[in-house]
C-alpha cells in the first residue's frame, strides 16, 4: 500500500542552522510529491510541490526515486519557520493525497 | 470567495447522537475532499468527490459515516451515532482538477468532541 514516512515528530535547531525533514515514500510508480505547512492556528497550506521545482520561503525539496524519498530542506531557519510540516503523496493523477505523520519544526532564537 | 468554509467549528455531543457538518468549497473547484485528523497524526483521508459523483471512500471509513455533494457544491458529512473514538479534527479541502499536480486548499476544520 502506498504510504508516507516521517521519521522525526519534533525536529529542533537554532535559528541560522540548516534544516532538513525527513520523508520517505512507498509506491512503485510515479508519484507526485507535496509539502504542506500548518502555522501555529492557521489552516493546513501548500508549502511546495515536487513538479514546480521551485523555492519557496528558502525551502526545497528534491525527489529522489532511487532512495524513495523527499527530504525538504533550508540553508538557514529562521524563528517564523516553526511550524508543522507534512508529507504527502498522491499517486492517481489528482486523486487523493496520503500524508505523513508530520514533522513539528522548532526555531529557536 | 473566501477560501473553503466549514461549519461548525467545533462541536460537543454525548455518545449516540448523530452530528453533520458541512463544507463549502471554493466556488470554481470540482473536486471536494474530507479528511480527519487526530492528536499528532497527519490528516488521514476519508473520501472525496468530483461534482457530486462520490469517486472514493476509505475503506477504514465506518459505515456510521456517510457524506454527500448533491449539488456539485457544498458537502455534508454525518456521523450517526457517534462513539468517542470520533473525536478529532474533520477536515475539508477543495482543488480544480486540471492537468498536472492536484493541490487542494483546505479549510480551517470543524472538531468534534463526543463525551
Known amino acids: 500500500a502506498q504510504r508516507v514516512t516521517q521519521p522525526e515528530k519534533l525536529l529542533s535547531v537554532f535559528k541560522g542552522a540548516p534544516v532538513e525533514l525527513k520523508c520517505n515514500y512507498s509506491?512503485?510508480?510515479?508519484?507526485?510529491l507535496f509539502w504542506y505547512v500548518q502555522y501555529s492556528r492557521q489552516r493546513l497550506q501548500l508549502l511546495l510541490r515536487?513538479?514546480s521545482r521551485e523555492s519557496i520561503k528558502g525551502f526545497t525539496a528534491d525527489l529522489n526515486k532511487g532512495e524513495t524519498s523527499f527530504h525538504l530542506k533550508k540553508p538557514f531557519a529562521q524563528e517564523e519557520d516553526s511550524a508543522m510540516y507534512y508529507c504527502?503523496?498522491?499517486?492517481?493523477?489528482?486523486?487523493?493525497?496520503?500524508f505523513g505523520q508530520g514533522t513539528e519544526l522548532s526555531v529557536k532564537p | 470567495d473566501t477560501g473553503v468554509s466549514q461549519n461548525p467549528r467545533h462541536k460537543i455531543t454525548k455518545r449516540g447522537q448523530n452530528v453533520t457538518f458541512r463544507c463549502d468549497p471554493i466556488?470554481?473547484?470540482?473536486?471536494l475532499y474530507w479528511y480527519r485528523q487526530t492528536l499528532g497524526q497527519g490528516p488521514e483521508f476519508l473520501t472525496y468527490?468530483?461534482?457530486?459523483?462520490?469517486?472514493?471512500k476509505s475503506r477504514l471509513l465506518s459505515d456510521r459515516f456517510s457524506a454527500e455533494r448533491p449539488k456539485g457544491s457544498f458537502s455534508t458529512l454525518e456521523i450517526q451515532r457517534t462513539e468517542q473514538g470520533d473525536s478529532a479534527m474533520y477536515l475539508c479541502?477543495?482543488?480544480?482538477?486540471?492537468?498536472?499536480?492536484?493541490?487542494?486548499?483546505f479549510g480551517a476544520g470543524s472538531r468534534l468532541t463526543v463525551l
Open positions: 479541502a477543495s482543488s480544480l482538477i486540471r492537468s498536472g499536480a492536484n493541490v487542494l486548499t
Open positions: 509506491y512503485s510508480g510515479s508519484p507526485e
Open positions: 515536487h513538479i
Open positions: 504527502a503523496l498522491s499517486y492517481n493523477q489528482g486523486g487523493k493525497l496520503i
Open positions: 466556488s470554481e473547484h470540482n473536486r
Open positions: 468527490f468530483q461534482n457530486e459523483a462520490q469517486l472514493e
